[in-house]
């Protein structure tokens, strides 16, 4: 089993009755440990948060603190990349060199460096003088 099959599998367990739009993420840490996250939408903030924010959050409950891959799906006719607040999550988690793999339910994979999602990130070297 593939991440991606992990993505898709908790993709189904998503809420999403606002977008109706399912997103499911999964992480892979360098230890083998696996993460899982959907969207979850609410009334009050209909765009709730997102799968990917779901998976780390999973990661950081269970006491890691990086991932080595991560896959995210959603049906759509192209890989569906992670916006930009999810960008910014995963790169402060991301281990050096690690990948991402886009997905469509229907098969179409997008495979890149998670550091090549955000370049030029904001992270906590900048604040180093304080
Ligand atoms: N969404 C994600 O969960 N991850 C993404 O990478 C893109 C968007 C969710 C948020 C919201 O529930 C729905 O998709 C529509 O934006």
Do not use: W
Not at 3 to 24: M, Q, T
Not at 81 to 90: A, E, T, V, Y
């Amino acid at each position: 089993m593939s991440l991606i099959d992990d993505a898709a599998a908790v993709r189904l367990n998503a809420y999403a009755p606002y977008s109706k739009f399912k997103v499911g993420a999964a992480l892979k840490t360098a230890s083998g440990a696996i993460y899982v996250g959907c969207n979850v939408e609410n009334v009050a903030y209909p765009e709730g948060t997102c799968a990917e924010a779901g998976a780390i959050a999973a990661m950081i409950a269970a006491g890691d603190t990086s991932f080595a891959e991560v896959a995210v799906i959603a049906e759509s006719p192209s890989p569906v990349p992670p916006c930009g607040g999810c960008r910014q999550k995963l790169a402060e988690f991301a281990d050096a060199g690690a990948r991402i793999t886009m997905a469509t339910t229907g098969g179409v994979k997008q495979n890149m460096a998670v550091a090549d999602l955000l370049p030029g990130a904001f992270d906590a070297g900048h604040m180093g003088s304080v």
